[in-house]
């Protein structure tokens, strides 16, 4: 189901934020925008109390934990309801984890070995990360040697540039405080971010 959504919306947002009150709400407020992949990251405080919350509530999107960086933080994500997992880079033990509890994993790679690393550990797609280091160009030569995996880059991406990530070759682009910001949160400003991703999925579809 991840990657049938991603293909279709080609985007997913990942949120990061110190408080997340309402998990429920920014998922609507995303899913109305065009974005029905949302990564709530272990960088934001108890936020397994977040996932749980959010995953309880049927608002049509598929809701993931991000910065997940080994066992411990992939079980727990998954025990608060997570659907899907991203790590930042390669996490053999995060990686275990989801294969035996069934869950769709997207692991970090930046070079050509880790991104055949992330394949052999079962990863779904590729996560490229840092994006904003290397350039749409640098997701095209990898394309080269590895035409049948699917890349999302992450990290520096917005409307601006969506476009020509997906040109390069991306399954989808990541949405990060472009559509999704602290402040956005803060002031429940679901209308502004429903609008944005709007924005944003428009210029990934282009």
Not at 40 to 46: D, E, G, Q, R, Y
Not at 73 to 78: D, K, R
Request: charged share 15%; glycine share 10%.
């Amino acid at each position: 189901m991840l990657i049938d959504t991603l293909t279709a919306d080609r985007a997913l947002a990942v949120v990061r934020a110190p408080r997340i009150d309402d998990p429920g709400a920014l998922c609507r407020a995303l899913v109305a925008g065009g974005i029905r992949t949302v990564e709530f990251t272990f960088t934001t405080p108890s936020v397994e109390a977040v996932i749980a919350a959010a995953a309880a509530e049927p608002h049509g999107a598929l809701v993931g934990a991000g910065t997940v960086t080994d066992a411990r933080t992939a079980e727990a994500a998954i025990a608060a309801g997570a659907q899907f997992l991203v790590t930042p880079g390669l996490s053999e033990s995060a990686a275990a984890v989801a294969r035996e509890a069934g869950v769709p994993i997207m692991l970090g790679a930046l070079s050509p070995s880790e991104v055949m690393r992330a394949v052999e550990l079962g990863s779904a797609a590729v996560k490229v990360f840092p994006a904003s280091a290397v350039g749409p160009g640098y997701l095209k030569d990898l394309r080269g040697p590895f035409p049948g995996i699917p890349f999302v880059p992450s990290g520096g991406l917005h409307a601006g540039n969506a476009a020509e990530w997906m040109s390069a070759g991306a399954l989808a682009v990541t949405a990060g405080s472009s559509v999704v910001g602290a402040a956005d949160i803060e002031e429940a400003a679901w209308e502004a971010v429903a609008e944005k991703a709007r924005v944003f999925t428009a210029a990934a579809h282009r």
